[in-house]
C-alpha cells in the first residue's frame, strides 16, 4: 500500500453529518481524510486514493456495505488493508458477520471518539508491519532468486570456460564461444569478428548458426553497432533494431534496397589482446525471439573477460616456430596466469646459481603471497579469484625487466627473480610491486575489488644460501615475518 507523509483514511457512509464528524476528528488527529458519499464508487476511489485504512458503513440505503467487504477483500490489491466496519446493527451479529468476509474490526454506532482513534491507531500500525515485512519477505526472495540465478549463470559460464584451454587454437577458441554462448542463452545468431576500431572492413571468424563459414568479410557501414562498440570500447545492447537511433540510416538504406531485416535486438561486446582492441563478440534475436538484455549483456561480457587471457596465450602458441616450440611454452607456462610455472622456475633458479658460482653476480628472489585470498575466494568465488591471479601475474610481467623472471610458485603464490640485483635493489624494488598491487582494482563491470600482497626478499650475498632451495626458504621467512607483523609489508 502507499505511504504518503500522513496515513490515508478512506470513510464511506451515507450519512453527510457522520461522514463531517469522522473527517474533523481523524483530520485533527493528523489523519488525511478522504469522505466518500456512499458506496457506489467505492471500488474506484479505492484505485483512486489508495489508502492506508477503509473504514465502511454496513447499512447504507443504495449499496450494501458487507457486499461491498466481500468484493474489497476478493480483490489482491487490497488484502492487506485493514478495514474497520461501522454500523448500528447489534453488535454481536455485526462483528461476526464482518470479521468473517475479512474485516480487521468492527465499532458500533454511537462511538466514543477515545475508542475510536485507539482502534485506527493500532490497525494502522499493525497493517504496517504487515506491510513491512511482507515486503522484506518479497525482497529476500527476490534476493534469494537473484543468488541462485548468478550462481547458475556462473555455472554455465565455468562449463564454457572447461572447454576453452590454452592448448586450443584461436579459431577453435571462437567456435567454442560462439557454440555454447548461444546454446546458453537459447538465441541463433553469434559470430566472433575481428576488427579495429578504425576499419572499414571487419572477419566474421566463426558464426553460431553456419559452423561453415569462417573468415567472412563484411563491410562496417552495414553494421552500426560493431562499428560503435569498436570506436568506443564500450559493449553497445539494442533491444529494438526497428526503433532505436542508432539504426535510423542504416533501416533507410534497407527500405530504399527493399530489405526486410529480421533482427529484433543486439548485443556488440569489445575485446582487446595483449592491450590491443582486436574484435567484437557479436550476438542477436529474431523478431519471433523475446529481446536480448542487459542481463544476457553481462552474462556475454563476463565470458569474453574471461576467455581474453586463454585466447592470448594460444595466439603466442600458435606464432611458435614449431611444435617443440610449442609443447615447450606449454610444458614451462603456469595455464591460469601465464608466468613460468613452478619446475620451470627450479630450472631457471639452477641455471642463474652457475652465473653466481662462475662470476659472482648477485642474485635476490622475491616471494608474494596475496593477502587473504581466500576470503576473495569463499565471498566472491573462485572464477573472481582466478582472475585477481590472472591480473597479477600480467601486473608482475610489466613491473620486472627482460632479463627477471616471474613464476607461480603454486596457490596464490608467485616468485619473482631478480638476477645481477643485491639486496637493496631487490627490496626496493619489492616495495614498488606492493604499492602497485595495493593500488590496483581487481574489480570487473563496475565492481570494485582491492586486495594486497606481502613479499620476503632474500638474495644470494647470505653466506648460509648456496643452492635455490636455501634461497627460496629464506625468501618464504622473510615472507612469514612479513605476514606476521600486519601483511602489506615488505620483508627480508
Known sequence: MAQANKPRILVADDDETLLHTLTWILGDKGYEVIPVRGGEQLLRRLQDERPDLLMLDIMMPKVDGLQ???????????????????????PEEATVKSLGLGASDFI?????????????????????????????????????????????????????????????????????????????????????????????EATVVVTAENPMIRNLEIRLNRYPEIRKALKTGSSVLVTDVHTDALYEEIRAQWRHEGI??????????????????????????????????????EFAENVIQTAVNALEKAYVLQTA?????????????????GCLNRRALMDSLEAEFGRVRRYGVPLSILMIDVDRFKEVNDRLGHLTGDSV?????????????????????????FVVVLPETGMDGALSFAERIRVRVAGHDFGSGGDRLKTTVSVGVASVSSTDVSAPDDLIARADEALYRAKHDGRNLVRS
Open 321 to 337: 616456430q614449431s611444435d617443440k616450440e610449442r609443447y615447450q611454452i606449454l610444458a614451462t607456462t603456469d595455464p591460469l596466469t
Open 108 to 200: 458500533a454506532k454511537p462511538f466514543r471518539v477515545k475508542e475510536l482513534l485507539a482502534r485506527v491507531d493500532v490497525h494502522l500500525r499493525t497493517s504496517k508491519s504487515l506491510a513491512d515485512a511482507r515486503r522484506e519477505a518479497e525482497e529476500a526472495a527476490a534476493a534469494a532468486r537473484a543468488k541462485a540465478e548468478e550462481a547458475a549463470t556462473r555455472a554455465e559460464m565455468v562449463d564454457i570456460l572447461h572447454e576453452v584451454t590454452d592448448a586450443l587454437a584461436p579459431d577453435e577458441i571462437y567456435h567454442i564461444l560462439a557454440r555454447r554462448v548461444a546454446k546458453v542463452l537459447k538465441i541463433s545468431r553469434c559470430s566472433m569478428v575481428l576488427a579495429k576500431p578504425n576499419d572499414e
Open 68 to 90: 461491498l467487504l466481500a468484493q474489497v477483500k476478493r480483490d489482491t490489491r487490497w488484502r492487506d488493508l485493514p478495514v474497520l466496519m461501522i454500523s448500528s446493527m447489534p
Open 389 to 413: 591471479l590472472e591480473q597479477l601475474g600480467e601486473l608482475f610481467r610489466a613491473e620486472v625487466r627482460a632479463v627477471d623472471l616471474v613464476a607461480r610458485y603454486g596457490g596464490e603464490e
Open 260 to 297: 526486410e531485416v529480421p533482427i529484433r535486438s543486439v548485443i556488440a561486446v569489445p575485446f582487446s589482446l595483449k592491450d590491443e582492441q582486436v574484435g567484437v563478440f557479436f550476438l542477436r534475436t529474431m523478431d519471433e525471439d523475446a529481446p536480448l538484455t542487459t542481463s544476457d549483456l
